[in-house]
Nanobody
Framework: QVQFVESGGGLVQPGGSLTLSCAAS????????VGWFRQAPGKQREGVAC????????VYADSVKGRFTISRDPFNKTLYLQINSLKPEDPAVYYC??????????????????WGQGTQVTVSS
């Protein structure tokens, strides 16, 4: 059974940085496409960054390009999301997930599953 546990969220000043982590069990990250998604109150869940399985090719939402970086550890058990230059539109609950078997539609949450509980990112005023 695939499970993800996200951590690292918190309260950050505008322009600040933080790193989110996602511990994976039941799969090897290099064997599955994975991604980070976020959901703000009253909004739909949106994809922010995805990574393919073996090659590790990355895809980013336009709103986060140049500020967010998705990566995985050498043991392929932890997925990271480095967030820099935090903007007022970034606060949300951030989730990681893996692509449904045999599919890969980057940033489209309907093609991902095994959602974790999420980690909250908040920007201080």
């Amino acid at each position: 059974q695939v499970q993800f546990v996200e951590s690292g969220g918190g309260l950050v000043q505008p322009g600040g940085s933080l790193t989110l982590s996602c511990a994976a069990s039941g799969l090897t990250l290099s064997g599955s496409a994975v991604g980070w998604f976020r959901q703000a109150p009253g909004k739909q869940r949106e994809g922010v960054a995805c990574m393919t399985s073996r090659a590790g090719t990355t895809v980013y939402a336009d709103s986060v390009k140049g500020r967010f970086t998705i990566s995985r550890d050498p043991f392929n058990k932890t997925l990271y999301l480095q967030i820099n230059s935090l903007k007022p539109e970034d606060p949300a609950v951030y989730y990681c997930a893996s692509a449904l078997p045999g599919t890969y539609s980057p940033l489209d949450s309907s093609y991902f599953s095994s959602w974790g509980q999420g980690t909250q990112v908040t920007v201080s005023s």
